[in-house]
């Protein structure tokens, strides 16, 4: 009785352990190859959280469209923005896609596509400021997210030395929130997001007369990685020619703004 059992109870897992292999290839064969986008959920417009805290924005739009696209299925994992070139190299991620700016710097430790949508670094204050252009940073205490391209912005321009106080924030939010409550007289930020919080906050804000520098955005892909590359370049590419990447911009700025 004791054989019979144990025959009957091997042939149960064997059969549990099949079923579980079957289900999980079929599973794989459906939903296609998982590719990870390393995103700041607090980059609005280009991902963030709604008020239903689903992640949303231009980026994931565009990176959904173009990863289905490459016949893949995109997952979006809110990462620490200081850390992103390390979790690409780990492996955690596949992508860096969210407003990423292409540096030299950062060409020496990711692959990039063409940029694909240009920005500018630039100084923004409370409209009843009295802060006009950059030179009248000298001496005002200024915020802008760490390690992002706001602060190589700053740095490479003269004024960098003569304000008072540089503060760094784990994201804009924060920073935009301490300039509201008068702990900073400006912040440094990418145009593409203060013109966002300036139709969401009317009146509250205003951007000095010149940006510091202008730049692009890019896609980061892990180093050794071209054959993803060459894919998601080829997938974006067609979405920007056929216009679906237009009709994804018209969505968030009103305006095609893409790089053609």
């Known amino acids: 009785m004791k054989r019979r059992f144990a025959i009957l109870l091997t042939s149960i897992l064997l059969i549990s352990v099949l079923a579980a292999c079957t289900s999980s290839s079929s599973g794989e064969a459906d939903g296609g190859k998982t590719i990870v986008v390393g995103i700041d959920d607090k980059f609005a417009p280009m991902g963030f959280r709604d008020e ?8 994931i739009d565009l990176a959904k469209a173009v990863i289905e696209k490459m016949g893949a299925t995109p997952k979006f994992q809110p990462i620490d923005w200081k850390t992103k070139e390390s979790e690409l190299s780990s492996g955690r991620i596949d992508l860096i ?29 409370l409209t009843d400021s009295d802060l006009i252009e950059l030179s009248d940073l000298e001496g005002k205490v200024v915020g802008l997210q760490s390690l992002s391209s706001a602060a190589d912005a700053l740095n490479d321009n003269k004024i960098s030395s003569k304000v008072k106080e540089i503060t760094e924030f784990s994201d804009n939010v924060m920073a935009l929130s301490d300039l509201k409550n008068g702990r900073l007289d400006a912040v440094i930020i990418d145009e593409i997001v203060i013109d966002y919080y300036m139709t969401k906050e009317k009146d509250t804000f205003k951007i000095l007369d010149e940006s510091l520098a202008p730049e692009e955005y890019g896609i980061g892909v892990k180093k050794g990685n071209a054959e993803l590359l060459e894919d998601l370049q080829t997938a974006l590419d067609e979405l920007i020619e056929n216009g679906a990447a237009g009709e994804i911009s018209e969505k968030w700025f009103g305006e095609d703004r893409l790089l053609k």
């Open 97 to 125: 896609w969210n407003g990423y700016t292409i540096t030299d710097e950062r060409k020496e430790k990711v692959l990039f596509t063409k940029p694909y949508l240009s920005n500018a670094q630039v100084a923004v204050t």
């Open 52 to 59: 239903k805290n689903e992640i949303v924005g231009f980026d």
